[in-house]
């Protein structure tokens, strides 16, 4: 019922910045809780940054500071700012949104490497 495109990744440059786009297949007007997720081969996929249910946000303490989630619901789409990368931000990341059904759906996912 609903997709979940995720765009933006690459290869970068410690300190460097990119900003990761989650296109979504229906409107997200009422889509409260939705967010990025991260996963290393071989470990759990972890929060990164997210909107609540409750209308606030949640940042995993690694990213804050220098990863901002944001949204513009005309464009359906979701966006992670990523700023002064690290190499131990290198990961796959997932865009996700929780419907008031309850059921959850993920992106394919898009690879960041950042390079020391």
């Known amino acids: 019922q609903v997709q979940l495109v995720e765009s933006g990744g690459g290869l970068v440059q410690a300190v460097g910045s990119l900003r990761l786009s989650c296109a979504v297949s229906?409107?997200?007007?009422?889509?409260?809780?939705m967010g990025w997720y991260r996963q290393v081969s071989g470990k759990q996929r972890e929060l990164v940054a997210a909107?609540?249910?409750?209308?606030?946000?949640n940042y995993a303490d690694s990213v804050k500071g220098r990863f901002t989630i944001s949204r513009d619901d005309a464009k359906n789409t979701v966006y992670l700012q990523m700023n002064s990368l690290k190499p131990e931000d290198t990961a796959v990341y997932y865009c996700?949104?929780?419907?008031?059904?309850?059921?959850?759906?993920w992106g394919q996912g898009t690879q960041v490497t950042v390079s020391s």
């Open positions: 909107f609540t249910s409750g209308g606030n946000t």
């Open positions: 996700n949104v929780l419907l008031a059904t309850g059921v959850n759906y």
């Open positions: 229906r409107s997200i007007f009422s889509i409260n809780a």
